[in-house]
């Protein structure tokens, strides 16, 4: 079954950047569409960005757009975010998982434990 390891959090300034990584293990995740995820305290968990299996397609929430960019390399079975001009708003807890390019029904895999963005002067 697949795994997922999100890290890379950490406490940043607003207008600071943070580059987050997502190793995925027992299955090999280049054949899928992947996204990255958040949860802000209170709220419902909601995708910010997705990526095709091939990485030649890419699609962001309207909040992240412009700022945050979602990549892959499938030979290290990893995906990333970077994440730029971060905004208070954007603290949240980090998660990747399986996506939809049109963030429609998605056959998620298990949850990591996800990496803590806090972004607060």
């Known amino acids: 079954q697949v795994q997922f390891v999100e890290s890379g959090g950490g406490l940043v300034q607003p207008g600071g950047s943070l580059r987050l990584s997502c190793a995925a293990s027992g299955s090999d995740v280049s054949i899928y569409t992947m996204g990255w995820y958040r949860q802000a305290p209170g709220k419902q968990r909601e995708v910010v960005a997705v990526?095709?299996?091939?990485?030649?397609?890419?699609n962001y929430v309207a909040s992240v757009k412009g700022r945050f960019t979602i990549s892959r390399d499938n030979a290290k079975n990893t995906v990333y975010l970077q994440m730029n001009s971060l905004k208070p708003e954007d603290t949240a807890v980090y998660y990747c998982n399986r996506g939809n390019i049109d963030y429609g029904p998605t056959p998620l895999g298990p949850w990591g434990q996800g990496t803590q963005v806090i972004v607060s002067s």
């Open positions: 990526i095709i299996n091939s990485g030649g397609r890419t």
